[in-house]
């Protein structure tokens, strides 16, 4: 159901663009959000965007990093200033509404997409 892609490695200050499309018999999307989860620690929240559009940052991308989704049900995370802490595997989540799936969303998780900042 969600397919994530952009990761890479790239350099100290750099930027990268991470996507995460959605697919399948969809009704509707409620909140998208990235985690990441660096070697030997455990996943993390980095940024969520809610259907209405609230988004929240962790205090560690605030300012560097912006969340963003389109009406086509992708989800997306411009990273600038990448730092080599920001080094983990990226993960999008999302609650959807499957049609035909009952009342409630069910939560989701993309297969994540490795992100490699080098000092």
């Known amino acids: 159901q969600l397919q994530a892609s952009g990761g890479g490695l790239v350099q100290a200050g750099g930027s990268l663009r991470l996507s995460c499309a959605a697919s399948g018999s969809i009704f509707s999307i409620d909140g998208m959000a990235w985690y990441r989860q660096a070697p030997g620690k455990q996943r993390a929240l980095v940024a969520v965007?809610?259907?209405?559009?609230?988004i929240r940052y962790a205090d560690s991308v605030q300012g560097r990093f912006t969340i963003s989704r389109d009406a086509k049900n992708t989800l997306y995370l411009q990273m600038n200033n990448l730092k080599p802490e920001d080094t983990a595997v990226y993960y999008c989540n999302a609650d959807i509404m499957v049609r035909g799936g009952g009342a409630y969303p069910t939560n989701y998780w993309g297969q994540g997409t490795q992100v490699t900042v080098s000092s």
């Open positions: 965007i809610t259907s209405g559009g609230t």
